[in-house]
């Protein structure tokens, strides 16, 4: 028979003498516990990329990725981006090959000239400043063949370049739909000047086709958890795919979590469009008109801020958070605040401007907006709420795994010795209770007294080894709206 005391390394008729002391940790842990969260980076990766295609890397410097996946991948473009935008968090990558049938898409840059002074022609691509030098007299093929040695000389950069005659083109390192949001413009700043006689136009090419597919690399994750995941590839073969692993995860058999980011550009009705279009809680976009930064950047550099300050806080809003490294629209591809209100409630992530030029984050939010049968629910309309409530369930499970890990089950008022490793509905009750006063003190549940009254603990009638718990927390919300009416006196 057991002793009064139960014991986990110690037998109870040992007869040999001795002093026998073990170390028991269910119940060293206190306070709320820390998520073991990741990131994972998706995107192309060039053949003199070390790492082989659908392999797990994980990525603590831009240089790591330039060896693993290629210099001037577009996986080496986001990780660089990711990684600049945050320092701390765990980032892993995959690569995967070009489609062979795939497209590479490509701009021309039609120059007009001779040049009738020296100058600088500022060429940007996406958002890197390269410099091509103008010497006065320079014919217009002249011109054309220095700014395809520039782009050429942009090692890091996700274009190569060849001349003929008065025209440069600029062909995409990769081929792949994607391909058609790289950016590429002249004169961006206000005090950037062409040289006298010059003119540069930029036009589009050969259009982009064919992503791969990201089947491989969720395969290759398939026993992973990664709670922030971004991927270039924003068409809805492979969106489909990741919200489909992701729902997955969600459920109470999983519980993995993850959440998908990426960027998409175009006019604010062809956003409403794409954003209309889907229905997850576990995908975020943000919408842009036009960006100097290319879209899978911002994607990438999205989600690194809300997972590095979602890490610390997952109910505090993500408004005003700046995107470090994208460069701001240009004033004629702003979308206005009633086009902004229109895209969040199509399920399109929005940013804002500041007076010093910083993009900031407006509103993260997933595009869940109806329900099974198509009715308006905006359960899930904020990534904030989604986190939270992940969080909540993550810190009630930690909690019973850690206090009862190999508990014998009673029901309420089985008398028993203290000491005996035995759980009772009541005493789970009481640590989902404590539990729950922890995440009031830590702003992450309001409403305490209502969760102790519509807490529900019993014993399961079917399954005498099993406990069902329905757990009521009111999640803090945000502040985002202030609204007053100024009623004045003369």
Not at 298 to 324: K, S, W, Y
Not at 392 to 413: E, S
Request: overall charge negative; aromatic content about 6%.
């Amino acid at each position: 028979m057991p002793d009064n005391i139960t014991f986990n390394t110690i037998p109870i008729d040992i007869r040999t003498p001795g002093q026998y002391v073990e170390i028991d940790n269910s119940k060293a842990v206190r306070g709320l516990p820390s998520m073991n969260r990741r990131i994972l980076v998706i995107g192309n990766k060039l053949p003199a990329g070390s790492a082989p295609a659908g392999q797990l890397r994980r990525i603590n410097a831009g240089s790591e990725a330039a060896g693993y996946f290629g210099r001037g991948s577009v996986l080496h473009e986001m990780l660089v981006a990711a990684r600049n935008a945050n320092k701390e968090s765990d980032i892993m990558a995959i690569g995967l090959d070009d489609l062979g049938a795939g497209v590479a898409a490509t701009q021309t840059l039609t120059v007009t000239g001779p040049a009738t002074g020296s100058g600088v022609i500022a060429l940007y691509v996406n958002g890197q400043r390269l410099q091509v030098g103008v010497t006065s007299g320079d014919a217009a093929a002249t011109i054309a063949t220095a700014i395809a040695a520039t782009v050429n000389a942009f090692l890091d950069g996700p274009v190569t370049s060849t001349a003929a005659a008065a025209v440069a083109t600029v062909t995409a390192r990769h081929k792949g739909v994607f391909g058609n949001d790289i950016d590429v413009r002249v004169n961006y700043y206000s005090d950037d000047v062409l040289p006298a006689g010059v003119t540069v136009t930029v036009a589009a090419g050969v259009a982009g086709a064919g992503n791969p597919d990201v089947a491989p690399a969720l395969a290759a994750i398939s026993l992973e958890s990664f709670y922030t995941i971004v991927t270039p590839y924003t068409d809805t073969a492979n969106i489909v795919k990741v919200e489909t692993e992701l729902a997955s995860r969600w459920g109470g058999m999983d519980m993995r979590t993850g959440h998908l980011f990426g960027a998409l550009r175009g006019t604010q009705s062809a956003l409403a469009t794409l954003g209309a279009a889907r229905n997850s809680p576990h995908d975020s976009f943000v919408g842009v008109r036009s960006l100097p930064t290319p879209i899978y950047c911002l994607g990438a550099i999205t989600a690194a801020v809300c997972e590095f300050n979602g890490a610390i806080d997952p109910a505090r809003p993500f408004q005003t958070l700046v995107l470090p490294g994208v460069l701001p629209p240009a004033l004629s591809d702003r979308f206005t605040q009633q086009e902004r209100n229109l895209l969040l409630r199509d399920g399109i992530s929005t940013i804002t401007v500041d007076q010093g030029g910083n993009v900031l984050l407006e509103r993260v939010v997933t595009t869940y907006q109806t329900n099974a049968y198509g009715i308006d629910d905006v359960s899930y309309l904020d990534l904030e709420t989604k986190w939270t409530v992940d969080y909540m369930r993550y810190a009630f499970r930690a909690r019973i795994a850690l206090r009862f890990p190999r508990h014998k089950l009673a029901d309420d008022g089985t008398q028993f010795a203290p000491g005996q490793a035995i759980v009772t509905p009541l005493m789970i009750r009481g640590e989902l209770i404590d539990v729950a006063r922890e995440l009031e003190l830590a702003g992450i549940l309001e409403g305490f007294e209502q969760f102790k009254k519509d807490l529900i603990v019993v014993r399961s009638i079917s399954d005498r080894n099993r406990v069902n718990a329905i757990l009521p927390p009111d999640v803090v919300n945000q502040f985002r709206v202030f609204a007053a009416s100024v009623q004045f006196i003369l």
